[in-house]
T-cell receptor, first 113, second 114 residues
Framework: AQSVTQLGSHVSVSEGALVLLRCNYS??????LFWYVQYPNQGLQLLLK??????LVKGINGFEAEFKKSETSFHLTKPSAHMSDAAEYFC???????????FGTGTRLLVSP | KAGVTQTPRYLIKTRGQQVTLSCSPI?????VSWYQQTPGQGLQFLFE???????NKGNFPGRFSGRQFSNSRSEMNVSTLELGDSALYLC?????????????FGSGTRLTVV
């Protein structure tokens, strides 16, 4: 079965610093991979998705992620953190047959001035 | 273009009662999926409806049910509420399904069972 592991339940960075949120997946078939962001008391907003086209995927708000099959990873990065990036981030993989998303446990990003 | 609308935003119910949550997808979207989000279990898939038919179902007890209407609006119902049903319930819509166009999520309904 498909699964996702997000390393680090909390990540703290300073404003202007690099953001790196880690995601490793397990999939028996070429996966579709997603990153979502959730602000307090809100739903999930899609940041970016990988659907087997380009391995480097650019998303909204300056975020990007690189699909590395050899490492089964799909880490999310942003060159310079902004205070407004403070939120919870979820990595997700589609299951076989694209019936549903399987989510990781989330990483809370804290940004300090 | 209006997004996915979930009503109500907040709900407090008593153990043993039943509850109905509503989701209006983006206009033209025919697929509606429901997810439960809790601190302990994270985000878990409940079910998906497409053209008024349940197409996929997650691993939840029969107390959780749903339906979809001809205008693609969907409702989910939870009967005989338990304390553990307290969660944020998220609805997601897509044109035809996850593979083709991905999801757009609503803001959720936060259900508290007391």
């Amino acid at each position: 079965a498909q699964s996702v592991t997000q390393l680090g339940s909390h990540v703290s960075v300073s404003e202007g610093a690099l953001v790196l949120l880690r995601c490793n997946y397990s999939s028996s078939v070429p996966p579709y991979l997603f990153w979502y962001v959730q602000y307090p008391n809100q739903g999930l907003q899609l940041l970016l998705k990988y659907t087997s086209a380009a391995t480097l995927v650019k998303g909204i708000n300056g975020f990007e992620a690189e699909f590395k099959k050899s490492e089964t990873s799909f880490h999310l990065t942003k060159p310079s953190a902004h205070m407004s990036d403070a939120a919870e981030y979820f990595c997700a993989v589609s299951d076989v047959g694209f019936q549903k998303l399987v989510f990781g446990t989330g990483t809370r990003l804290l940004v300090s001035p | 273009k209006a997004g996915v609308t979930q009503t109500p935003r907040y709900l407090i119910k008593t153990r043993g009662q039943q509850v109905t949550l509503s989701c209006s997808p983006i206009s033209g979207h025919r697929s509606v999926s429901w997810y439960q989000q809790t601190p302990g279990q994270g985000l878990q898939f409940l079910f998906e409806y497409f053209s008024e038919t349940q197409r996929n179902k997650g691993n939840f007890p029969g107390r959780f049910s749903g339906r979809q209407f001809s205008n693609s609006r969907s409702e989910m119902n939870v009967s005989t509420l338990e304390l553990g049903d307290s969660a944020l319930y998220l609805c997601a819509s897509s044109l035809v399904g996850l593979e083709a166009d991905g999801y757009t999520f609503g803001s959720g309904t936060r259900l508290t069972v007391v």
